[in-house]
């Protein structure tokens, strides 16, 4: 790769990690917001998250299918420090004079663990449909109607990562039909944020090749 390439390759890799992690950290804070006149119940989650499709959709198309997964593989390796690290932290025993006492940052990271694995979980399986779906309606349109692949990767994944979230979060917790509604509101709200970025992902697709000195016949 060129300098430029790498260097770009890098950024879309720094990117993807920190949304991931982020997302991770902050997933226990819950919230409400009205679109469209529905209103959602969300994870705060969901507000770095999104960002990780969009990469990964733009890895794929400018480096390929090897290069996507090496990232996605990467954000799996973050999230497990992320989870070790976490629960060192959590065992370590807070001073008198500490700001944030053992008890508080219990409340806050103490579900993190299970917050963070059934993140991992549901995003590795997603992230990897995410790519495979890419490459299929990439080969399947001859690299044309980049709006298809972008939207149809992005919206089955969705589906697949908020319904095993959802599973693994609340099964035995919350009743099937808690659980239906979750899901359907997670995965309308993130494929609402993919359709809503895809003149960014077209802005990307037809600006960023020119700037690593790459062709571009995308349509």
Same mark, same amino acid.
Request: aromatic share 10%; charged share 15%; proline share 1%.
């Given at each position: 790769m060129t300098p430029r390439e790498e260097r770009l390759y890098l950024i879309l890799a720094a990117l993807f990690t920190g949304s991931l992690v982020v997302a991770n950290l902050i997933a226990n804070k819950f919230f409400h917001i009205e679109l469209f006149g529905k209103e959602f119940i969300l994870s705060a989650g969901v507000i770095p998250y999104p960002l990780t499709f969009l990469v990964t959709d733009l890895l794929s198309e400018l480096y390929g299918k090897a290069r996507a997964n090496m990232v996605v593989i990467g954000g799996? @390796?973050? /999230?497990? *420090? &992320?989870?070790? =690290? !976490?629960?060192?932290?959590?065992?370590?025993?807070?001073?008198?004079?500490?700001?944030?006492?053992?008890?508080?940052?219990?409340?806050?990271?103490?579900?993190?663990?299970?917050?963070?694995?059934?993140?991992?979980?549901?995003?590795?399986?997603?992230?990897?449909?995410?790519?495979?779906?890419?490459?299929?309606?990439?080969?399947?349109?001859?690299?044309?109607?980049?709006?298809?692949?972008?939207?149809?990767?992005? @919206?089955? /994944?969705? *589906? &697949?990562?908020? =319904? !095993?979230?959802?599973?693994?979060?609340?099964?035995?917790i919350w009743t099937p039909a808690e659980m239906s509604v979750a899901i359907f509101d997670l995965w309308l709200f993130k494929s609402m944020i993919a359709l809503i970025d895809t003149p960014l992902f077209y802005l990307s697709v037809n600006y960023l090749p020119k700037w690593i000195g790459k062709e571009n016949n995308r349509a």
């Open positions: 799996l @390796i973050a /999230s497990l *420090l &992320v989870i070790a =690290t !976490l629960a060192i932290a959590d065992i370590m025993p807070a001073i008198d004079d500490s700001v944030v006492n053992d008890d508080i940052f219990h409340t806050v990271f103490g579900n993190s663990y299970r917050v963070i694995g059934a993140s991992m979980t549901a995003y590795l399986v997603a992230q990897l449909i995410d790519i495979k779906i890419f490459h299929f309606w990439k080969k399947l349109t001859s690299g044309k109607h980049l709006w298809l692949r972008n939207n149809g990767s992005t @919206i089955v /994944s969705q *589906l &697949v990562d908020s =319904t !095993l979230v959802v599973w693994v979060l609340f099964a035995g």
